[in-house]
């Protein structure tokens, strides 16, 4: 059966300095997803690996990125100029912590990324196909909730963020329900932490008086 997708590609046109930045920065920066990566080859150190699906343009990626020099960081986007700022700003900032993959992120879990690898997996503002009878195309699902937890580490933590009320429930639900995965809040949702930077698209929807809704939980065993 055809896996269905939980993004639709929309390829917008690529500005010089995109297109420029994807021709100088993806043979240093850009991953082959057909192949199995080594966390330790691939950025040569031991430190943390963070895994962000769906990083958008990429500014908060090369932000955490700049903050957490000791952390080792790789986004997955599928959007080409999305892939094409993020390594502008890679470039420009001389970050030796990214790495990119431009494919389907499932695909990459499943082939690419070694189990029990990761150290955290970030799922930012992903589509909440807000109408009913698009829900099943909401990433997180069962399924994709058991393969995250098969490529962290014990102990390792899955950080979802989402304006969407009723994809935070969802997500809730969905993550409530696996057996391993744990709650780090006490309360149900967490408070946003330091290190997850406030985008233009949330401060917007923060001046109009958009909730927005944190959920970490962490793997056990």
Known sequence: ???????????????????????????????????????????????????????????????????????????????????????????????????VFDTDAIDVLQHAIPDHSLDCVQLFFPDPWHKKRHHKRRIVQTSFLDLIHSKLKTGGSFHAATDWENYAEHIMAILNAHNGFVNTATQGYAKRPAHRPLTKFENRGLRLGHGVWDLIFQTTA
């Open 1 to 99: 059966m055809r896996r269905i997708r939980s993004f639709v590609k929309r390829e917008g046109r690529l500005t010089p300095g995109q297109e420029t930045a994807i021709k100088t920065g993806w043979p240093i920066f850009g991953l082959d997803p057909t192949g199995q990566i080594n966390p330790s080859e691939l950025f040569s150190n031991d430190n943390p690996v963070t895994l962000e699906i769906g990083f958008g343009n990429g500014e908060s990626l090369a932000e955490m990125a700049s903050n957490s020099p000791e952390r080792n960081f790789i986004g997955i986007e599928v959007h080409r100029p999305g892939v094409g700022h993020l390594l502008r700003v890679v470039l420009e900032k001389e970050l030796n912590n990214v790495r």
